[in-house]
């Protein structure tokens, strides 16, 4: 999965499906298994666990995944598989004075992305990852960089946001000039990036929007600070730090 640039997430959903496969079977290696066992899990997702279908179908793909690019092995179609019913629901959409009256109650950081994720349209992991060479203020406009599909994208950046998110990228680098001062490691890039521009981790337009408390060990192990975590979004001592 990592040689095929799968993501992170990608990446943890279908180990941990492959995982609960493997226990549902009491721990069977997975050679010794096939399509019927395959067919009875999923069958077992639908009509025990009462899954959605898009659950049901990742787990199928993270299996399908194990079967043909790691163990080599062509499963059977299956067609005796309990599907799991595809909820017909409408969705909730607010107003833009609901949306105002939830953002409202917000403030600081937490703030600033839920605006960005109404004004921009940005998700919420792509909210989160952005870096201060993304801001483009005298244009209006943001850039994504690897959203959904490992796409780049140009999307609009809200007048509404425009003067919190100067003020707040003044504190960030009043903050990043502090970490310059005490050595503090830069950001976290990936590994071929960071070969190609040493430089870049610890130079502002790479630092993130919205940066961690902490510095951690990224995905390739590198020593380095990343990008807020949504659990660490609403947390005192981060507000306090920027």
Same mark, same amino acid.
């Given at each position: 999965?990592?040689?095929?640039?799968?993501?992170?997430?990608?990446?943890?959903?279908?180990?941990?499906? @492959?995982?609960?496969? @493997?226990?549902?079977?009491?721990?069977?290696?997975?050679?010794?298994? =096939?399509? /019927?066992?395959?067919?009875?899990?999923?069958?077992? &997702?639908?009509?025990?666990?009462?899954?959605?279908?898009?659950?049901?179908? #990742? =787990? +199928?793909?993270?299996?399908?995944?194990?079967?043909?690019?790691?163990?080599?092995?062509? &499963?059977?179609?299956?067609?005796?598989?309990?599907?799991?019913?595809?909820?017909?629901?409408?969705?909730?959409?607010?107003?833009? #004075?609901?949306?105002?009256?939830? @953002?409202? %109650?917000?403030?600081?950081?937490? !703030?600033?992305?839920?605006?960005? *994720?109404?004004?921009?349209? *940005?998700?919420?992991?792509?909210? +989160?990852?952005?870096?201060?060479?993304?801001?483009?203020?005298?244009? !209006?406009?943001? @850039?994504?960089?690897?959203?959904?599909?490992?796409?780049?994208?140009?999307?609009? +950046? /809200?007048?509404?946001?425009?003067? /919190?998110?100067?003020?707040?990228?003044?504190?960030?680098?009043?903050?990043?000039?502090?970490?310059?001062?005490?050595?503090?490691?830069?950001?976290?890039?990936?590994?071929?990036?960071?070969?190609?521009?040493?430089?870049?981790?610890?130079?502002?337009?790479?630092?993130?929007?919205? /940066?961690?408390?902490?510095?951690?060990?990224?995905? %390739?192990?590198?020593?380095?600070?990343?990008?807020?975590?949504?659990?660490?979004?609403?947390?005192?001592?981060?507000?306090?730090?920027?």
């Amino acid at each position: 999965m990592r040689l095929r640039h799968f993501s992170l997430r990608t990446e943890k959903a279908y180990l941990g499906w @492959i995982r609960r496969f @493997i226990h549902f079977h009491g721990r069977r290696h997975p050679r010794e298994m =096939g399509g /019927p066992e395959v067919q009875e899990f999923l069958s077992h &997702l639908a009509t025990v666990r009462d899954v959605s279908a898009s659950t049901q179908n #990742q =787990g +199928l793909q993270a299996l399908l995944f194990l079967y043909r690019h790691v163990l080599k092995v062509e &499963l059977p179609w299956m067609d005796s598989v309990v599907r799991a019913r595809r909820s017909r629901r409408l969705p909730v959409v607010l107003t833009p #004075q609901e949306a105002n009256r939830v @953002i409202s %109650h917000l403030e600081g950081a937490s !703030r600033l992305v839920a605006q960005l *994720l109404y004004g921009s349209g *940005l998700r919420l992991m792509e909210a +989160l990852a952005l870096r201060t060479k993304d801001l483009e203020f005298e244009r !209006r406009q943001l @850039i994504v960089r690897n959203g959904k599909g490992g796409k780049d994208r140009v999307t609009m +950046l /809200p007048e509404a946001v425009v003067v /919190p998110l100067r003020q707040h990228l003044a504190r960030l680098y009043r903050w990043y000039l502090r970490e310059r001062q005490q050595s503090a490691p830069g950001v976290s890039l990936p590994p071929a990036l960071r070969r190609k521009y040493p430089a870049a981790p610890l130079s502002w337009p790479w630092q993130y929007v919205f /940066p961690s408390a902490t510095v951690c060990a990224g995905r %390739h192990r590198q020593a380095g600070r990343l990008s807020y975590l949504s659990a660490l979004l609403c947390h005192p001592s981060t507000r306090e730090r920027l």
